[in-house]
């Protein structure tokens, strides 16, 4: 089974309209973090926002905001007021479980949606 | 303060040869993870570096081996090239026990 799932493989938004993207999420585990990246053409994934799964508020970073939907193993992705930079790929990816230890944590990826800003 | 750096940038290598792909760690970051991505997929987890040693490893087969120096770069190796390995690889570094990683801009390989 995915373990992240992106059912949008492509969305368009008018300049300075809100979109949502969608992504939903599968794991047993009661620790996990899910993470939203943006994947400009240049291939740098750009770390947007960071939800973890004890966190009571949804996260907020400027006008990006993760809708939370813990009972429903949602994570949505909200950007406001959409500008033209903001034509890209974005990911949706989780880290499961406790720290180990040592290094740090891996992340599970999604298939990703193409967003396109109409001006 | 340089983020992430990823050599070369691109690179055509032909089956069966063998390829290196080099990394420098964000300034004050210790682990380096390294990620596959094919063509129109997300990134997939290769494997982790933390003190020199393998730490984590994803999926993939023994062809892929790494390395991580004393001052926290890394290299990852692919021996015996097969067509399907043809993706961007991407390198990671954040701080142990870090959630954030921080990523480079990638290493294009095309197997020929």
């Known amino acids: 089974a995915q373990k992240i799932t992106q059912t949008q493989p492509g969305m368009f938004v008018q300049e300075k309209e809100a979109v949502t993207l969608d992504c939903t999420y599968d794991t047993s585990d009661p620790s996990y973090g899910l993470f939203w990246y943006k994947q400009p053409s240049s291939g740098e994934m750009i770390f947007l926002i960071y939800?973890?799964?004890?966190?009571?508020q949804n996260a907020t970073e400027g006008r990006y905001s993760l809708n939370f939907q813990k009972a429903r193993k949602s994570a949505n992705l909200v950007i406001s007021a959409s500008q033209l930079g903001d034509s890209a790929m974005y990911f949706c990816?989780?880290?499961?479980?406790?720290?180990?230890?040592?290094?740090?944590?891996?992340?599970?990826f999604g298939k990703g949606t193409k967003l396109s800003v109409i001006p | 303060d340089a983020g992430v750096t990823q050599s070369p940038t691109h690179l055509i290598k032909t089956r069966g040869q063998q390829v290196t792909l080099r990394c420098s760690p964000k300034s004050g970051h210790d682990t380096v993870s390294w990620y596959q991505q094919a063509l129109g997929q997300g990134p997939q987890f290769i494997f982790q570096y933390y003190e020199e040693e393998e730490r984590q490893r994803g999926n993939f087969p023994d062809r892929f081996s790494g390395h991580q120096f004393p001052n926290y770069s890394s290299e990852l190796n692919v021996n015996a090239l097969l067509l399907g390995d043809s993706a961007l690889y991407l390198c990671?570094?954040?701080?142990?026990?870090?959630?954030?990683?921080?990523f480079g801009e990638g290493s294009r390989l095309t197997v020929l």
């Open positions: 990816a989780m880290r499961e479980g406790r720290y180990s230890g040592a290094g740090s944590y891996q992340l599970t």
């Open positions: 990671a570094s954040s701080l142990r026990a870090g959630v954030q990683l921080f």
């Open positions: 939800q973890g799964s004890y966190d009571q």
